[in-house]
């Protein structure tokens, strides 16, 4: 994995790991990436970021979401 999407990816964790999904209903992390809604602008920015690793353009200038 490249290491400019890491502190997106642990931000989005940290926020899936810390919801009522994970810790009450025990769910698992891909379901609960897509219901819990406090979590969704770290999935979001960590998307971004992936996607800007397949841009050429921002392979270049360097993935600005994070």
Request: hydrophobic share 25%.
């Amino acid at each position: 994995m490249s290491k400019s999407c890491q502190g997106s990816l642990e931000d989005l964790v940290r926020c899936l790991r810390g919801s009522d999904c994970m810790q009450k209903e025990g769910k698992d992390v891909t379901k609960c990436a897509l219901t819990v809604p406090e979590c969704q602008k770290y999935r979001e920015a960590h998307v971004r970021c992936k996607l800007g690793q397949l841009d050429a353009r921002t392979r270049i200038q360097g993935n600005k979401s994070y």
